[in-house]
């Protein structure tokens, strides 16, 4: 069965400041998608960015980019420039189209707090 | 383009009723997928629909079942609600084409059980 774990359960950055939020996973298959969505306190859950496991280059989304380190299983979410509108839970998310259709397998979530 | 529309948005049941919650995925849209959130339990899968099939199920009881029509609307049952059945209810749509991978969720139901 595939895990996701984020051992910060909670982070604070400046206003401007860069911030990393952390993410490993376990899984024996080769061909999968990482996420990172974020839970404002709306509760709406918005994609901040996708990553596919056979694409060695890291995404990237304005100032959000991610660190993928497939053999070390690790996903993590660099937040640039960070704004007060990032305040949010951060969550990792793993997903296999193939065994698993379109479930995603979430970990516990960061709540980042963005301080001005 | 609509988003995903989940109703109701809150819900206050009592212990051993039963309880049905309604989504509408982005027109276009054939994949319907469920989760519930918790503190506790943290973001839980609870059941794929494709197509007015189920194709994926999460590790809850009974209780917990659902329905997809054919205009690709769905619905979620919990029946003999428990305290515990308290949560947000996620609803999350999904195109299922090649490649397409993004689910857009709902803004939830949050059921309340006492």
């Known amino acids: 069965a595939q895990t996701v774990t984020q051992s910060q359960p909670e982070m604070s950055v400046q206003e401007a400041e860069t911030v990393t939020l952390s993410c490993t996973y376990d899984?024996?298959?080769?061909?999968?998608?990482l996420f990172w969505y974020k839970q404002p306190p709306s509760r709406q859950m918005i994609l901040v960015i996708r990553?596919?496991?056979?694409?060695?280059q890291n995404a990237t989304e304005n100032r959000f980019s991610v660190n993928f380190q497939k053999a070390a299983k690790s996903f993590s979410l660099k937040i640039s420039d960070s704004q007060l509108g990032d305040t949010a839970m951060y969550f990792c998310?793993?997903?296999?189209?193939?065994?698993?259709?379109?479930?995603?397998?979430f970990g516990a979530g960061t709540i980042l707090r963005v301080k001005s | 383009k609509a988003g995903v529309t989940q109703t109701p948005r809150y819900l206050i049941k009592t212990r051993g009723q039963q309880v049905t919650l309604s989504c509408s995925p982005i027109?276009?849209?054939?994949?319907v997928s469920w989760y519930q959130q918790t503190p506790g339990q943290g973001l839980q899968f609870l059941f794929e629909?494709?197509?007015?099939?189920?194709?994926n199920k999460g590790n809850f009881p009974g209780r917990f079942s659902g329905r997809q029509f054919s205009n690709s609307r769905s619905e979620m049952n919990v029946s003999t609600l428990e305290l515990g059945d308290s949560a947000l209810y996620l609803c999350?749509?999904?195109?299922?084409?090649?490649?397409?991978?993004?689910?857009?969720f709902g803004q939830g139901t949050r059921l309340t059980v006492v």
């Open positions: 999350a749509s999904s195109s299922r084409l090649p490649g397409s991978t993004e689910a857009f």
């Open positions: 899984t024996s298959e080769n061909n999968y998608y």
């Open positions: 990553q596919e496991a056979y694409k060695q």
């Open positions: 998310a793993f997903m296999n189209p193939m065994e698993y259709g379109n479930k995603l397998v």
């Open positions: 027109s276009g849209h054939r994949s």
């Open positions: 629909y494709f197509s007015e099939t189920q194709r």
